[in-house]
């Protein structure tokens, strides 16, 4: 997994990603954090696009209506959609205590994928 510039993570880089037409597309998982401190978790393929979705859109989640502001608390770049998507879920069921040690960069992310 490759963490992104704006929360560095020590993790392990893949090799794997989804191809549309001739452009490869590296998938994220992300934290998002609202005004009463919830962590909500999503993946993407551009994360500023669906933070501002989520800010203001009617294709942001119904979950996040109304929470705002929210703030990205953390990215991780993954690779394919598959694995995104196993990470997302391992993530959603983790205590808030265990997700704010994801943001913290104290738990590892390969052991949730183990």
Do not use: F
Not at 1 to 19: F, N
Not at 22 to 49: E, F, M, P
Request: net charge positive; aromatic share 6%.
């Amino acid at each position: 997994m490759k963490q992104t510039d704006t929360c560095p993570l020590a993790v392990k880089a893949t090799d794997s990603a989804d191809t549309v037409g001739n452009k490869t597309v590296q998938w994220s998982v992300y934290l998002i954090r609202t005004a009463s401190n919830h962590l909500y978790c999503g993946v993407t393929t551009d994360v500023g696009r669906r933070l501002n979705e989520h800010s203001g859109s009617k294709k942001g989640a119904k979950y996040l209506k109304g929470k705002g502001p929210l703030v990205l608390a953390w990215t991780a770049q993954v690779g394919d959609k598959r694995k995104a998507m196993q990470l997302e879920y391992r993530i959603k069921k983790l205590s808030k205590a265990k997700k704010e040690s994801i943001v913290n960069q104290t738990l590892d992310l390969d052991s949730l994928l183990e």
